[in-house]
């Protein structure tokens, strides 16, 4: 499978020139695939995962906790119709980003918060954005931020019956839930 059940795009390469990609993780992938398909200026979205030493893990592998990958999305945007800013807005206001190796019920290194960017520009961007979330943390009371900044790893793509989840299964399980606070 390679077009987007909801977008209608490719999720594999070769992507628009003008796009950008990210990976983000924040927990179970099928959530934050949904979340970041609903924003205006994504092209695609895909499934997959990050950050692991074992090539093209499979879901048991990365399950078992031994890849060392987490699950993440693949979000393609086009810049000039959602900044990166408002992406991580979505990022950060869209998962609890102090649980550590855990989002919610699920619990596990697969289920760790991350950016993972393919530049310097983005990836200063994404500290900053760090910082910035923290501080509004701080105001509330609430724990440090436990997720990790990094230079796009390699990406995996995950089986195709996880790719958009959540619209080929409406009713499905989505433990996605912030904590309440904006980001500004």
Not at 45 to 63: F, H
Request: aromatic share 12%; proline share 5%.
């Amino acid at each position: 499978m390679s077009i987007h059940t909801v977008l209608g795009s490719n999720i594999r390469p070769p992507f628009p020139e003008h796009c950008e990609q990210v990976l983000l993780a924040m927990g179970c992938f099928w959530g934050a695939e949904r979340k970041c398909w609903q924003l205006p200026g994504v092209y695609t979205t895909a499934v997959g995962y990050a950050g692991g030493t074992t090539e093209n893990p499979s879901y048991q592998e990365v399950c078992s906790g031994l890849s060392g990958h987490a699950e993440v999305v693949l979000v393609v945007y086009d810049p000039r119709q959602l900044s990166f800013d408002n992406l991580l807005k979505c990022f950060w206001e869209g998962h609890n980003p102090t649980q550590g190796m855990r989002q919610g019920n699920d619990i596990g290194s697969q289920y760790r918060s991350g950016i993972y960017v393919n530049n310097a520009s983005l990836l200063a961007q994404a500290e900053a954005s760090k910082q910035r979330y923290q501080q509004q943390l701080n105001k509330q009371g609430l724990p440090a931020i436990t997720t990790e900044v990094l230079l796009m790893p390699s990406f995996y793509y995950a089986e195709d019956y996880h790719q958009q989840y959540l619209d080929k299964n409406p009713d499905g399980y989505c433990g996605l839930g912030g904590v309440g606070v904006e980001y500004c």
